[in-house]
């Protein structure tokens, strides 16, 4: 048993995972986006928002459609993470940014949604893999992370 925790310690398959949930995450509502109910869905949280410049822009589907694009680039390269670290960091920092923009809409919205509470558990993972990309990225440069080898 001991030797399995080791294993499990020194390995990265908790990033893996990580990775993996936030590649599902985001693949699913991306992919939701390009939908009538969730375009119907989404209105009536974003109009009342500052994020209603999207509506303004492109039009209420358009605005979905935006939506959809920033959260399929960010699957696609959280997938490219896997075996670049550049394109990881990139995905990453827009699971950052979607969480921090998704969580300023609360002062807005006057309530505690759990729909966008839940952005608090997507920041604090991709801070974990962008840290683990961060490292594998500059490794060269001497950068070491404790627990990896």
Same mark, same amino acid.
């Given at each position: 048993? =001991? =030797? +399995?925790?080791?294993? *499990?310690?020194?390995?990265?398959?908790?990033? &893996?995972?990580?990775?993996?949930?936030?590649? #599902?995450? #985001?693949?699913?509502?991306?992919?939701?986006?390009?939908?009538?109910?969730?375009?119907?869905?989404?209105?009536?949280?974003?109009?009342? @928002?500052?994020? =209603?410049? +999207?509506? @303004?822009? $492109?039009?209420?589907?358009?605005?979905?459609? #935006?939506? !959809?694009?920033?959260?399929?680039? @960010? $699957?696609?390269?959280?997938?490219?993470? #896997?075996?670049?670290? &550049?394109?990881?960091?990139?995905?990453?920092?827009?699971?950052?940014?979607?969480?921090?923009?998704?969580?300023?809409?609360?002062?807005?919205?006057?309530?505690?949604?759990? *729909?966008?509470?839940?952005?608090? $558990?997507?920041?604090?993972?991709?801070?974990?893999?962008l840290k683990h990309d961060l490292c594998r990225w500059n490794a060269a440069g001497g950068l070491r992370c404790? !627990?990896?080898?």
């Open positions: 048993m =001991n =030797n +399995l925790i080791q294993r *499990f310690a020194r390995s990265t398959a908790d990033v &893996a995972i990580m990775r993996s949930t936030l590649i #599902f995450i #985001f693949a699913l509502y991306g992919t939701y986006k390009w939908f009538d109910f969730e375009v119907q869905a989404l209105e009536p949280v974003i109009s009342v @928002t500052w994020l =209603n410049i +999207l509506y @303004t822009l $492109f039009g209420i589907a358009g605005g979905s459609y #935006f939506l !959809g694009v920033v959260e399929t680039l @960010t $699957f696609l390269l959280l997938i490219a993470g #896997f075996s670049r670290p &550049a394109a990881g960091i990139a995905g990453s920092a827009l699971v950052i940014v979607t969480g921090l923009i998704t969580l300023s809409l609360l002062p807005q919205l006057g309530e505690v949604d759990g *729909f966008i509470v839940k952005d608090v $558990f997507l920041i604090s993972t991709g801070l974990a893999v404790e !627990g990896r080898r």
